[in-house]
T-cell receptor, first 110, second 113 residues
Framework: QQQVKQSPQSLIVQKGGISIINCAYE??????FPWYQQFPGKGPALLIA?????SEKKEGRFTISFNKSAKQFSLHIMDSQPGDSATYFC?????????FGTGTRLQVTL | DTGVSQDPRHKITKRGQNVTFRCDPI?????LYWYRQTLGQGPEFLTY????????KSRLLSDRFSAERPKGSFSTLEIQRTEQGDSAMYLC???????????FGQGTRLTVV
């Protein structure tokens, strides 16, 4: 599991602000780079994902940026809302297996 | 079919007992995955099936753990002689072709006392 490092561990952002979460990995065999969102008592849900042939992908308020040479990717949440308060996991992987980071607990305050 | 279904949602067992969890994937999904998530950590891969064939197993899956997927439909995960360290959320996911389409169930929370 140490091969995927996620930061920060926790994040407090005001409503309307930008939340940024980073993920660093070691395994160069990874070819799929997703972010998952998890609410208490629920399973993880795919939020947004990117393939290594693209450096950035935007879906609504969520943007994923990918830096292959640095082996890092990040999640940006624009106009953060209280409903975004959850734990976020990066989970780079291959076709059959994801390797999850340790998670970032995001709290969006009013 | 509204998603991946796991049963039971919660299980409390005494150390040394055997437990079995069930996962019903989304209909027609060929691939089924099991992950384990301990408190404050990200999920860890345990094993995955392509139809009824178990194609990969993690080193985390000790000889006390066994998973099956008879007829390529539902799957069961059995833990024999449970230990306190087995306390975790056991998550099941399914996909049609590859992990990038995977949907997770809500998990089975196991507490070993």
């Amino acid at each position: 599991q140490q091969q995927v490092k996620q930061s920060p561990q926790s994040l407090i952002v005001q409503k309307g602000g930008i939340s940024i979460i980073n993920c660093a990995y070691e395994n160069t065999a990874f070819d799929y780079f997703p972010w998952y969102q998890q609410f208490p008592g629920k399973g993880p849900a795919l939020l947004i994902a990117i393939r290594p042939d693209v450096s950035e992908k935007k879906e609504g308020r969520f943007t994923i940026s990918f830096n292959k040479s640095a082996k890092q990717f990040s999640l940006h949440i624009m106009d953060s809302q209280p409903g975004d308060s959850a734990t976020y996991f990066c989970a780079p992987g291959t076709a059959s297996k994801l390797t999850f980071g340790t998670g970032t607990r995001l709290q969006v305050t009013l | 079919d509204t998603g991946v279904s796991q049963d039971p949602r919660h299980k409390i067992t005494k150390r040394g007992q055997n437990v079995t969890f069930r996962c019903d994937p989304i209909s027609e999904h060929n691939r089924l995955y099991w992950y384990r998530q301990t408190l404050g950590q990200g999920p860890e891969f345990l094993t995955y099936f392509q139809n009824e064939a178990q194609l990969e197993k993690s080193r985390l899956l000790s000889d006390r753990f066994s998973a099956e997927r008879p007829k390529g439909s539902f799957s069961t995960l059995e833990i024999q002689r449970t230990e306190q360290g087995d306390s975790a959320m056991y998550l099941c996911a399914s996909s049609l072709f590859s992990i990038d389409e995977a949907f997770f169930g809500q998990g089975t929370r196991l507490t070993v006392v």
